[in-house]
């Protein structure tokens, strides 16, 4: 598989990905985060980036990593606000079980 072909699977995936969390499906969206990594993984292990010389191929790989860059910050966009939702209701669900324990160990 040559560069462009990797960088070309891995844009792929990332606009997989903003579709996913366009759509607010989670777990599509974690599934084709693992894929991305591997995917760079991949690249990382087997494309040298001294041996892209060829002028428009190397135009084409920024390009695609801008476009990487772009769906990750739709992603983010998308995905912040229901990580901080998540949160905020497991911080609210430890402290009423920290409560719960707190209080049933009281004899009255």
Known sequence: MSALQHFQAMADCATQMREAAVAHDWDKLTALEKDLAAMRDTARA??????????????????????????EATIRSHADPWMESTRKWLAQANRGKAMKNAYSRLDF
Do not use: K
């Not at 040298?48 to 772009?70: C, K, S, Y």
């Open 46 to 71: 087997s494309v040298d980036p001294a041996r892209i010389t060829d002028a428009a191929e190397r135009e084409a790989i920024v390009g695609l990593l801008q476009q990487i860059l772009d769906d």
